[in-house]
């Protein structure tokens, strides 16, 4: 039998920190005060922006780029420097941050919106022409400009039973300047791509009346830069190296993403730690590329419902060859047939292969079939075999027909 007595004292006393500073590569929320590589695309959006010091009504924002982009902590600063010269300036300015992962419906929305001035909307209950009016008068009482900020816009296209009332909120916030009286407003909208403005109306769509900013992924040379920035403010003096940044750019120069080569080297940190060495090497890398790939792939697959893992399935039987949507579907229906499943519309696997396209798990490109029309080509993105390996250690599908292996 092991004695755990006094273990963390043990772990404590033979353990040795490598950080000083955790918090630069594990908040997501962190913005360093200098942010590398993305001064064309801030100065773009502070010039759209600038009007609003004039008086004027700045266009809404379209911002898009692959995650890791920094497209948020840019939209952040920048919106914090108009409030800031705003007050400067004599002009009244409001910035309204919405995760639209959290918000992600029209009340919720709204109620935010009517509490950040001065409103006390409930969080259910009122109807949501009383709630929208709420807001609208008590940011009308001055003479003002808001920025709202929906932030992963993308997401709530995700979930059927929130899109249409996302839609009639997009609609309502690109026409509420026609009933404000003193008030200005506009949006900025960031998400991975534009793909979700296609379930968005031509009605929504002229309303938007959009700027878009792209932001491209970063290459190896600025993830570098990146990751030097966060390890001399992460770790003590020696503990990352030339060699260690250079690996985990190399790593994530594919993805060009900085939240994932900054992830990359806060694990590959903490590997060292516990393997109790006094610097990260390669190796700590290598195990910490490893854990993340695997975490990743376990978090986005194993908490889909068993209708989605279907699909997916169908997508890993047909992955040899050219998947298309409806031999995905012909192939959905025979597993579901074989798992005495309810077979699901064309209309809702669509959803699905959008939901997965959005997760980066497919990809989809629309094809020409001459003359028998359009149809979208699909392929995996990720590993198959890693696929595979997930869905076989979830205990919701050990009953699975043995031929999907």
């Known amino acids: 039998m092991v004695n755990l007595k006094g273990i963390f004292e043990k772990l404590i006393n033979t353990r ?3 950080f000083q500073d955790k918090k630069v590569l594990l908040d997501e929320t ?23 010091l004039r008086g004027e009504t700045p266009s809404n924002i379209l911002i898009y780029g692959k995650s890791g982009a920094e497209k948020t902590a840019v939209a952040k600063v920048i919106a914090d420097e108009l409030v800031k010269t705003g007050k400067k300036m004599g002009r009244e300015i409001s910035v309204v941050y919405l995760d639209c992962q959290i918000f992600n419906t029209e009340y919720r929305v709204f109620a935010k919106l009517a509490n950040q001035f001065g409103g006390r909307v409930p969080f259910t ?26 932030d992963q816009i993308d997401k709530v296209f995700f979930d059927r039973d929130h899109r249409k009332e996302i839609k009639h909120l997009l609609y309502l916030l690109t026409r509420i300047n026609s009933e404000f009286k003193n008030t200005k407003l506009s949006l900025i909208g960031i998400s991975p791509d534009l793909r979700f403005v296609k379930y968005l109306n031509l009605k929504v769509q002229s309303s938007l009346g959009r700027e878009e900013i792209e932001f491209l992924p970063y290459n190896e040379e600025q993830l570098k830069d990146i990751l030097k920035q966060r390890a001399e403010s992460a770790f003590k003096e020696g503990v990352s190296d030339e060699s260690t940044i250079s690996l985990c750019a190399k790593l994530t120069a594919q993805d060009g993403d900085a939240r ?17 060495s006094d610097k990260i090497t390669d190796s700590h890398i290598k195990k910490a590329e490893e854990k993340i790939r695997r975490n990743k792939i376990n978090g986005t697959i194993l908490p889909m419902l068993i209708q989605k893992k279907l699909v997916l399935y169908s997508a890993l039987l047909l992955e040899e060859n050219r998947i298309t949507t409806g031999e995905l579907y012909q192939k959905y229906k025979e597993l579901a047939r074989a798992l005495s499943l309810d077979i699901l519309t064309i209309r809702r696997i669509s959803d699905f292969i959008f939901e997965l396209e959005m997760s980066d798990i497919l990809s ?42």
């Open 364 to 405: 989809c490109k629309v094809i020409s079939l001459g003359r028998y029309g359009r149809t979208k080509e699909i392929k995996l993105e990720m590993n198959p075999l890693e696929i595979k390996r997930v869905l076989e250690e979830d205990e919701g599908i050990l009953n699975f027909p043995s031929f999907l292996f």
């Open 125 to 150: 209950g009122w109807p949501m022409e009383k709630v929208y009016n709420t807001f609208k008068e008590l940011a009308d009482k001055k003479k003002q400009y808001i920025l709202v900020i929906l």
């Open 30 to 52: 962190y913005i360093p005060e200098n942010l590398l590589h993305r001064e064309t695309e801030a100065k773009k959006l502070a010039s759209i922006l600038a009007v609003a």
């Open 260 to 276: 994932k080569a900054i992830d990359l080297l806060k694990i590959a940190g903490e590997i060292a730690e516990i393997e109790c």
């Open 16 to 18: 040795t920190t490598l």
